[in-house]
């Protein structure tokens, strides 16, 4: 099953400031997950969007998803200390039902 | 409250000695699963189940079995663990598949010496 690539592996910003990250994957899909982990805990879902779909908002998330380029991105505006978390792209397996987690990227958010 | 609950949330254990990890989802969901997350590896799916009864390998199946007699309860066993088991591991469940958006437990340390 392919697997999406999270970029950058590791982020480092300050309270307030944005933070980006970018996942890319091969395959065509029919949907892109987000998912965030806070350190040594379960998973949370973040946002699912579906390939027709080019933008979704939640609260202060953004994630796009570039089907031409087989990419998505997660935007975090006016991060917070509590922000602080791994963040995971997952990537459906099509035929299957093993969705595929990428290797995160590591975000810290300093106070 | 929707939850996905996992027991227990630490063990040390040795190898080959038999153990459970219990899982149990309260939000009548049809998928659950299980995973393994090591460092550098992400998370990997181990079994999976679709509903009661129906139950498949993930990507890293060795070593481990699941059954699924009743729709809120998915326990993990590992019949004979050895020490390249050690992870941290989750159960997940969802409304309908994989595919969809995942609860997690809050996962369970097992160390195997």
């Known amino acids: 099953s392919q697997q999406g690539e999270e970029d950058p592996q590791a982020l480092s910003i300050q309270e307030g400031e944005n933070a980006t990250m970018n996942c890319s994957y091969k395959?065509?899909?029919?949907?892109l997950q987000w998912y965030r982990q806070n350190s040594g805990r379960g998973l949370v879902h973040l946002i699912l969007?579906?390939?027709?779909?080019r933008e979704k908002h939640s609260g202060r998330l953004r994630v796009t998803l570039d089907t031409s380029k087989k990419s998505s991105s997660l935007l975090i505006t006016a991060s917070r200390a509590a922000d602080t978390a791994s963040y995971f792209c997952?990537?459906?397996?099509?035929?299957?039902?093993?969705?595929?987690f990428g290797r995160g990227t590591s975000l810290i958010v300093h106070p | 409250e929707a939850q996905v609950t996992q027991n227990p949330r630490y063990l040390i254990t040795v190898t080959g000695k038999k153990l459970t990890v219990t899982c149990s989802q309260n939000?009548?969901?049809?998928?659950m699963s299980w995973y393994r997350q090591d460092p550098g590896l992400g998370l990997r799916q181990i079994y999976y189940?679709?509903?009661?009864?129906?139950?498949d390998k993930g990507d890293v199946p060795e070593g481990y079995k699941v059954s699924r007699k009743e729709k809120r309860n998915f326990p993990l066993i590992l019949e004979s663990p050895s020490p390249n088991q050690t992870s941290l591991y989750f159960c997940a469940s969802s409304f309908r598949d994989g595919n969809q958006p995942q609860h997690f437990g809050d996962g369970t340390r097992l160390s195997i010496l």
């Open positions: 395959t065509s899909i029919n949907n």
């Open positions: 939000m009548n969901h049809e998928y």
């Open positions: 189940s679709m509903n009661v009864e129906v139950t």
């Open positions: 997952v990537i459906p397996s099509g035929g299957s039902y093993i969705p595929t």
């Open positions: 969007i579906r390939s027709n779909e």
